[in-house]
Every structure is written in C-alpha cells, then in structure tokens.
C-alpha cells in the first residue's frame, strides 16, 4: 500500500498567515510528516512525497482510518494536503493530481478510479517531475528523478488528437495497434493510465545523526576514569560513521554535571578523522585545559559528518605524518607549551623583520609543493643534494662545491636593553648581558626603518620597550647595525628613535 | 639541514627551546615555512630545568609520531650547566626512538652533550676572523655572513676532519639588493 501526500503550488499550504506565499520549506514538513509514519519514502518534487504505509494497517486500521490519521497529523502541522492512498504509487500520483482531500482506492480498483481522470494529469506529472528535478540539482537535495519514466509529451499530444481525453478512454484503446502506432512508449503510457508500477520505490536515505550518550550510576571525576568513558562512546561513534563512510569534522561533548549544568566542548578537526582513540586523545587533552567544574553525570557526544578523506599514496613521495598523527601531535603539544606557540609561521607583508605569524601545521597543504624545484629568494637554485654522509660535508655539496650559507639571526623575541658607546658618529662599545666583551671591531649601518606610524594612537612613554609591543601591530622606528665585537659574535643592534634606546636584537648565528 | 630537507619534500620540526628562531632569516636560507613545525619554548626565565624537561617531552612527543624528515632540537642558548644535568639515559632513549628510521635527530647546544654509536658530533667554532665584510668604510660596509669551522668528532673515526664554512662575497652587482646579510655564502672545504 503507498500513500501520497501533495501540496498544490497554489493551495493553503504554500500560503502563510497574512497570505504571502511561504517557501519550499513545505517539502520540508511534508518529509518530516512521512517520515513519522514510515522510513520508506519517495520524493518527487517540492511538494509531493509517496510513502510505502504497508504493514500500518494493524496499528492505525484500514487504509481509510490510516488516511485519516495522516490528515489529521498534517492539519495539526498546519499542513492542507491532497492525500491518496492505494495499492499502487502510480495510482496515488495520479489521483492527488485532480482530486482534492482524501481519495482512498480499494485494491483492484485503481482501473475504475483513474478511468474518468483527464489525460491532462499525466502531463501535468511529467512536467512537475521535469521542473522538481531541475530545482533540486541546483539546490544539491536529493530527488528520485527517473522514479516515473513518463514517455515524451509529444505522445500525449498524438493521443489527443486522436479524440482520447481521458485515462480510460487511454486504458481502452488495443495494445497492439497502440504499440504499432507509438511503439513502447505509448504501451508506458497505457500501464500509467491502469494505475501500474513501472518499478520499485526509490527511497530516500535517512540523515543518520551521529550522537552517542551514556548515562553514568556515579558520578565521574577526573579524566582518568572519564577516558573509559569516552572510549566507550567512541568506539560505537566511529563504527556508525565507518559503516556511513563519513568522517568527524566537528566533535561537540556536552558533559552533564552533578550541579545540573552542561559543560560543552566543540572542537574542529583538521581532517576527518574517525579513529576511536584519536577522537578520545583530543578531546582528552582538550578537557585537560578546559576541565569540567564538578562531577560527571552524563556524556553526550555529537559529530559533525563530512565525506571521509581518500588519499592515493605515492611511491615517489616522502613519508609524511597522518593527519590523525598530526592532529594529536599538536593538541599534546599546544597542551604542552600553550596555545598559539606550535605550529608554522608564515611571513606577513611588512618591512619590521620581527613580525610573522603562527598558522596551523598541515602537511597535507604542502604535499603538492613537494618535490617540486625550489627557488633562493635571489633566484639561485638550491644545490643541497643530500645530507652528510659519514661526516663528510663534501658529499653535500653540489658539483661545483659550492652551497650558498645564509647567515642566521638568533633573534631575542624580547628586545635586551643595551649600553653603546659613540664616538665622532661610529659605534664604539657595546654592553649588553649576553655580551661578555663589547669592543666594536667593524661595524655596518646604519639602516633606517619604520612603519605602522599610522596606527600610533599617542605619545611614547620614556620607559617603554619595545619588550612589551607586539611585533608586526606597534609602530616603530630605528636605525639598525650589525657590528661585530672583539668576544667573535657579530650581533645586530638597533637604535629606537621613537624612545631613544639602544637594543640588541639578536646575533647572527 | 632544515631547508635542504624541505627541499627534498621532507616536513621538518623545530623545538625552539628559547624562541630564538627567525622565520625571516629561514625564509632567505631556503626553508619552506610550511613544512616546519615549530614548537616555541620561553625565554630563558626563571627554572632553567623546567624548560630542558618541557623541550625534551616535545622532541619526545615529535619522534614519536613519526613521518618527520628531520627533528632538531635546539638547546644553543641554554647556559652548558643546564645540558650537564641531563641524564644520559635521556638521549639512550632519544637513540632509540631514531633507531629504524629515516628521521634526522639534530641537536645544537654549546657544548658536546649526547654520544651515540651512530650518532655524529660537529664543533663549529668561528675563526678568528669570523665576520666577513664587504666594503672599505663604514658608510659602504656590509656585513656578509661568519666564518666559522666544523670539526667532525666522532669515536670510531681514526682522525678528525675539519672544514671551513666560508661565505662568498657576492658580485657588486649583487649588492644593489635590499639586504646584504640575506645573500649567503659558500661552503668551501679545507
């Protein structure tokens, strides 16, 4: 048995309370509504669903009473709905097209019941299918497009022409002069007009929620016993989203306290992951900085499903760590050191060299630079061809012998405050703590840069550091040296204009 | 080391032990920033020990995972009585996590701190003109990168080998460019 709910394009459930049109979110409802009396649903369009009700029978009566149920459900809604139920899909689709309110059709008398419906509702089907396909592919929904395989309009015009006007006078006409007339197309048409399946039902998947909870007996405290837990409710978790082939982008804990609050959790993965034990490592570590305030009674777990990730290995790529490898690394590491001090910086555009930024590590980002050739910034080719062997660094080398050395500057994050002498214009002595003999030998400078002087909002203080600014936000303004002391360091100082300080910035390593 | 791992494809892990690390100078040297994971220590401040045990645990978490080209470890900055107080065991057990891998273990300190049976021990000492100058006055001076000499020490070596890293001077044409100190050297055996 199938039971089909329809809501006219111009009928009362497209209309709202002051009378302007509402939107498609009607298919929406009529879903939810199928949904609640059977899992076996197909959708043809915005506004008409089919549901198979087979089996409903012994729990809400005959096929009258169980049409009656759903009307009343759909009233509730706020739902005016054309149903049809009978033994046939092909039957109830046709019948809703014309008939208003509820038509139930015994079974064996889906022929008699179309009989005297117009030839126009086979066009009208078709062409609300044709129309329904095409929304729902621009929308990305998900639609049983080839469920009735209505033959070409032209057809129907042929067979109008022909004097025939309504489905039984269709139903009547001989099959064998209709197949030598129109071939098996119109033979389609006539199964149609019968009321006859032409094939299965095309079910809709349900959107599984993937949510796992477990009430606890006693209270849990302290992440230890509360790792069994959520072991627990890992486990089933990913085995339901390994049977959907979906991964876990976002993971929300909701843990419910003995004091009746909720402490939630929502932490975004970098991949899909769907590794029990991954899953329970990163939300333990994040549970260790952001600890719950009393007793566990309960844990709620909730994911957010993504398609899974698919990766192809190559031979001819370097090993890299797995993004699931990754994630944990980082999570143990961040909760190690602290936020925002672990991942790879990146240059920011702006003259203070001290400035850069931290960004996530992904090493799936740079997997397609690898193996690539890479380029100096001078434009020179990098001629490193493998790592000493044996302590050799000649096996380093390239053919020519030569790997071009860039000095390295060790940089103190915090500026030191440093003691320079100056004498007739040149840079004299240096004193600075990690300076032990502070003789200038040679010196080269001084080159002057400032920036961000735009977003200096007021005075300096005397006493201000550039220890305290943040480097890459704060204005500044200095003239820099690298000079060169009598302990064999070269070092790199700079003059802050703005206070008029000496500062060692770092040494050149 | 770093730079010429990423160039091989490689991802590479820097533990910062005092956050001395410039991005800007390992951007000019050729590394790929975005292959580098770099773990940020503190700067030296208060329990030095603290922050030896907290860069250890890093390193030791970083071998563990795997899939790293090359793992350094950067203590350089620690005064050598910090390093001292590390008990050999730890870096028996750092051996052991680089056995049967391709990873690269680095470790720069200021003294000589760790010995493996397969491990190597460079001593990179600046010669006694270690600053390599290009120009005649102060006005027109640039600075051109260190001088310095690797001395490979190890056990089963008969003798030590020793090699200068010198800096090229570049063609004057090269430096009409926007910094000196970025435009490298040349490693020139001895």
Redesign the interface.
């Known amino acids: 048995m199938f039971a089909c709910l329809y809501a006219p394009p111009r009928g009362l459930a497209f209309r709202g309370a002051e009378g302007v049109p509402r939107a498609r979110c009607v298919t929406d409802q009529i879903v939810r509504l199928a949904r609640e009396y059977s899992p076996r649903i197909e959708i043809h369009g915005d506004n008409l669903v089919v549901l198979d009700i087979t089996g409903l029978t012994s729990m809400f009566g005959d096929a009258r009473e169980l049409g009656a149920t759903l009307r009343r459900s759909a009233a509730d809604r706020g739902l005016y709905l054309r149903m049809a139920v009978a033994s046939t899909r092909t039957a109830v689709l046709l019948v809703v097209q014309e008939r208003s309110g509820l038509t139930v059709i015994e079974p064996g008398g889906e022929v008699v019941t179309l009989a005297s419906l117009p030839l126009d509702v086979l066009r009208i089907l078709a062409r609300g299918q044709a129309q329904s396909t095409a929304t729902q592919a621009r929308r990305g929904t998900w639609v049983s497009s080839a469920a009735l395989a209505i033959p070409d309009f032209a057809l129907l015009s042929t067979i109008r022409r022909w004097g025939v006007s309504t489905l039984g006078d269709l139903t009547r006409l001989p099959q064998a002069e209709l197949f030598e007339r129109l071939g098996e197309g119109g033979l389609t048409l006539q199964r149609f007009a019968r009321g006859e399946d032409g094939g299965p039902l095309v079910l809709v998947p349900v959107e599984e929620r993937f949510e796992s909870s477990l009430a606890l007996e006693w209270p849990v405290e302290g992440l230890e016993p509360l790792s069994f837990v959520l072991s627990r409710v890992f486990e089933q978790l990913c085995a339901r989203l390994e049977r959907a082939g979906v991964g876990a982008a976002v993971v929300h804990v909701h843990l419910k306290l003995v004091t009746r609050t909720i402490h939630t959790r929502t932490l975004q993965l970098p991949a899909p992951l769907r590794d029990p034990r991954v899953l329970r490592t990163l939300v333990l570590l994040d549970l260790e900085s952001h600890a719950p305030s009393a007793g566990i009674d309960q844990v709620t777990v909730m994911v957010d499903p993504v398609p899974a990730r698919t990766h192809q290995f190559s031979l001819l790529?370097?090993?890299?760590?797995?993004p699931e490898?990754?994630s944990?690394?980082?999570a143990?590491?961040t909760a190690?050191?602290g936020a925002g001090?672990?991942?790879?910086?990146?240059?920011v555009d702006s003259h203070d060299?001290a400035s850069?930024e931290?960004?996530a590590?992904?090493?799936e980002?740079?997997r397609f630079?690898?193996?690539t050739s890479?380029t100096?910034?001078?434009g020179?080719q990098?001629r490193?061809r493998e790592?000493?062997v044996d302590?050799?660094?000649?096996q380093?080398?390239g053919p020519s012998?030569?790997?071009?050395?860039?000095?390295?500057?060790?940089?103190?994050?915090?500026p030191v405050a440093a003691r320079v002498a100056v004498r007739d214009g040149?840079l004299v002595r240096v004193v600075a703590p990690p300076v032990s003999s502070g003789e200038v030998?040679?010196?080269?400078g001084p080159?002057r840069t400032s920036g961000q002087w735009w977003t200096d909002t007021g005075t300096v203080a005397a006493d201000s550091s550039p220890a305290t600014e943040l480097a890459g936000c704060q204005p500044w303004d200095r003239d820099e040296w690298?000079v060169?002391l009598t302990d064999?360091?070269?070092y790199r100082i700079f003059h802050d204009r703005r206070v008029d300080c000496w500062f060692l910035e770092?040494m050149?390593? | 080391?770093l730079?010429?791992?990423?160039?091989?494809?490689?991802?590479v892990a820097l533990i910062d032990t005092c956050?001395?690390?410039?991005?800007?100078?390992?951007?000019?040297?050729?590394l790929?920033?975005?292959?580098?994971?770099?773990?940020?220590?503190r700067?030296r401040t208060g329990d030095l020990s603290h922050t030896v045990k907290?860069a250890l645990?890093?390193a030791g978490?970083?071998l563990n995972?795997?899939?790293?080209?090359v793992v350094a470890l950067d203590l350089?900055?620690l005064p050598p009585r910090a390093t001292r107080q590390i008990p050999m065991t730890t870096w028996m057990r750092v051996s052991r996590l680089l056995e049967d891998t391709?990873t690269?273990g680095l470790l720069l300190g200021p003294k000589p701190v760790a010995r493996s049976a397969e491990g190597?021990t460079?001593v990179l000492r600046?010669t006694p003109t270690?600053?390599r100058?290009s120009?005649t006055h102060?006005r027109n001076?640039?600075?051109q990168?260190?001088e310095c000499q690797?001395r490979?020490i190890?056990a089963r070596?008969p003798r030590d080998?020793c090699?200068i890293?010198?800096?090229?001077i570049p063609e004057p044409s090269?430096l009409t460019?926007p910094?000196?100190?970025?435009?490298?050297?040349?490693?020139?055996?001895a």
């Open positions: 790529e370097r090993a890299r760590p797995a490898t990754v944990t690394l980082v143990r590491l190690l050191v001090r672990c991942g790879s910086p990146a240059l060299r850069f931290m960004r590590f992904d090493p980002a740079c630079d690898a193996g890479r100096r910034p001078g020179r990098d490193v790592t000493p302590g050799d660094w000649r380093v080398a012998g030569g790997v071009p050395l860039v000095p390295m500057v060790r940089r103190f994050r915090a040149r030998i040679r010196q080269a080159w690298d060169s064999g360091g070269v770092g050149v390593d | 080391m730079a010429a791992a990423t160039a091989r494809g490689e991802v956050d001395r690390f410039d991005p800007v100078s390992g951007a000019a040297a050729g790929d920033l975005s292959s580098l994971l770099w773990v940020r220590g700067e907290r645990t890093a978490l970083v995972a795997g899939g790293f080209g350089a900055d391709k690269v190597q460079v600046p270690a600053g100058w120009g102060d001076r640039l600075f990168g260190i690797a490979v190890r070596r080998q090699i890293l010198r800096p090229a090269a460019g910094r000196p100190a970025s435009e490298g050297g040349t490693l020139t055996p």
